[in-house]
């Protein structure tokens, strides 16, 4: 995978971390830098550990389903992305009580696990494509820590719709990539006939 695939799929992915962020944001009494770096900090931390444990879990299975690599990492993205634009169109009831100043550290890892959750699966992917695990992981961290910066920053002003366009731009680039991997193999198949 080339350096602007690495770029594409890091963006994609930090979406649902920079979506969470803006309504972390929101939910905040004017949220101040430190505690927007701080959020994208731990956004940006578990990103990165995630694709590498996904990586670890499709490497000790790669061996055995190398043929199949590329329908895997499609339809991997293929679900993840699908699943990202329905989230975007769900509508959250507002529960806006006394904003608080900051949130939980606790609060903000289970947030940030659960945003990366793709990225984990995305990891089990990337193990088939054979591709520099370490450098990749730390892209999509520095990403999602830089989205999830400036999410947490712009929250208050845009609030939680802004959020949800960015997830549906996140869904539809992880397919996109999906069919770019897909297309690359049977490229390269049919090439090879």
């Known amino acids: 995978m080339n350096l602007y695939a690495t770029l594409i799929l890091a963006l994609a992915l930090s979406m649902d971390a920079f979506a969470a962020a803006v309504g972390k944001g929101a939910a905040l009494h004017r949220p101040h830098f430190f505690e927007a770096i701080r959020t994208g900090i731990i956004f940006g931390l578990v990103e990165t550990c995630t694709p590498l444990i996904g990586w670890s879990l499709g490497l000790y299975a790669s061996q055995y389903i190398m043929e199949w690599d590329h329908w895997i990492a499609f ?17 959250e009831p507002e529960t806006y009580t006394k904003a608080p100043q900051r949130h939980s ?21 990337l193990a088939f494509l054979q591709v520099d695990i370490l450098h990749t992981a ?18 208050r002003y845009i609030g939680p719709l802004l959020g949800k ?4 731009v996140g869904g539809l680039v992880l397919i996109a990539i999906g ?5 690359e193999h049977l490229k390269l198949f049919m090439y090879a006939e």
Do not use: P, Q, Y
């Open 75 to 91: 339809s991997l993205l293929l679900i993840l992305g699908c699943r990202m634009i329905i989230d975007s169109f769900k509508h």
């Open 105 to 125: 550290s606790v609060t903000l890892v289970l947030t940030a696990i659960a945003t990366s959750l793709d990225a984990m699966a995305i990891g089990v992917g």
């Open 138 to 155: 730390m892209t999509i961290g520095l990403m999602t820590m830089i989205m999830a910066t400036i999410g947490m920053l712009i929250g």
């Open 165 to 168: 366009k960015a997830e549906l």
């Open 179 to 183: 069919f770019n991997i897909l297309f």
